[in-house]
């Protein structure tokens, strides 16, 4: 598969170097250019573009940009793709989003505003880059940890757990995109170790109000 990334920090290059690994080929891109990302393609193992040529270059887009660049996303180059969004809120660095503050909305929700054409899927926003490039585990293993994943699209879902059990993880559909919250930051599933039958119980147990972070 070829996986366009919109984000050369820590999730582009992590999940980058994961998807080489697998035998995917990867293009990451970042707003400076690729001339920025020289280094990246030994590291990685991929190539290195602009916004547009990642896009482009992609079956399946990943975002990995901070939340509040979100509008800068391609969008009709975008429209029929399928789009992994890791996005998080922090409004440490993303300044406070009225939306997402009053819970009337979901991060990943925004980015289907923005991308009314794409195809979304919210995954590898609840584990840290560290935990996903060294947490890796057979599939069957005792041990094996699981990653929540949320969408509309069938197709879509597929290829993020796919991608997971690649990287050595299962993966738990919580549904509807719109159910993502259940896993964004502050939620008790988000960048905790679970293995799946675990994550089950924490994701429907799991309620909206009163449990985030500040
Ligand atoms: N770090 C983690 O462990 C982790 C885990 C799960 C999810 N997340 C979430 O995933 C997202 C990325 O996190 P990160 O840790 O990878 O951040 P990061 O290390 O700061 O990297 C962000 C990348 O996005 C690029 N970028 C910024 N604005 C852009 C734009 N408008 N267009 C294209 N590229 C742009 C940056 O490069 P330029 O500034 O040079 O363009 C940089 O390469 C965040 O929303 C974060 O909350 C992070």
């Avoid at 990642?54 to 940009?65: P, R, S, T």
Wanted: proline share 4%; net charge neutral; glycine share 12%.
């Amino acid at each position: 598969m070829k996986i366009g990334i919109i984000g050369a920090g820590f999730v582009g290059r992590a999940i980058g170097k994961l998807a080489v690994r697998s035998g995917h080929q990867v293009m990451l891109s970042n707003s400076r250019g690729p001339q920025t990302l020289f280094s990246l393609r030994h590291a990685v193992g991929g190539e290195v573009g602009t916004v547009d040529e990642a896009v482009a270059f992609g079956d399946v887009v990943v975002v990995a940009i901070p939340l509040s660049a979100y509008r800068s996303v391609p969008v009709a180059p975008l429209a029929g793709k399928i789009v992994i969004d890791t996005d998080n809120y922090y409004h440490e660095r993303d300044g406070r989003i009225a939306e997402l503050d009053s819970g009337a909305t979901t991060t990943s929700e925004l980015l289907a505003g923005h991308l009314p054409q794409s195809r979304i899927v919210k995954a590898f926003n609840a584990i840290t880059m560290t935990d996903l490039e060294s947490g890796g585990r057979p599939s069957g293993a005792s041990d094996r940890r699981a990653l929540p994943v949320a969408g509309d699209d069938a197709d879509a879902k597929a290829v993020a757990v796919a991608l997971y059990d690649q990287f050595g993880f299962d993966a738990v559909d919580v549904g509807a995109l719109s159910e993502g919250w259940r896993f964004e930051r502050g939620r008790p599933a988000y960048c905790v170790p679970f293995n799946k039958a675990d994550l089950q119980k924490v994701l429907a147990a799991t309620v909206r109000d009163g449990q985030l972070t500040s």
